[in-house]
């Protein structure tokens, strides 16, 4: 048999499929949280729990594929994303809903 080099079966090349899916899942659902649970008035108490759920999956799909996740580029790349959500509560939850300020009487 013709020998075979080490590392072909010792490197594993990971590739971002788990963390494209946890974006893309963050971003659904936070998306639809925002347009459900924000008015102008007020933000409703089920936005926290929906929050809280997707911190919990995070957590959880974080924990299942380490391996990864330990790599600095795609610590990076989620550090991103987060910030991205912020960036589309604003845009969902402050500048779409046209919001007229009160004024004082």
Request: net charge neutral; hydrophobic share 50%.
């Amino acid at each position: 048999m013709i020998g075979q080099p080490d590392s072909v079966f010792k490197d594993r090349h990971y590739s971002l499929q788990s963390l494209i899916s946890l974006t893309t899942v963050n971003y659904i659902v936070f998306a639809l949280l925002v347009q459900v649970c924000v008015n102008c008035e007020r933000v409703h108490w089920f936005l926290w729990v929906g929050l809280a759920g997707l911190a919990w999956y995070n957590y959880y799909t974080i924990r299942r594929n380490t391996e990864e996740f330990e790599e600095k580029k795609t610590q990076i790349i989620y550090a991103i994303s987060l910030l991205g959500m912020a960036l589309l509560y604003y845009l969902l939850g402050v500048v779409a809903l046209h919001c007229k300020p009160v004024a004082a009487v």
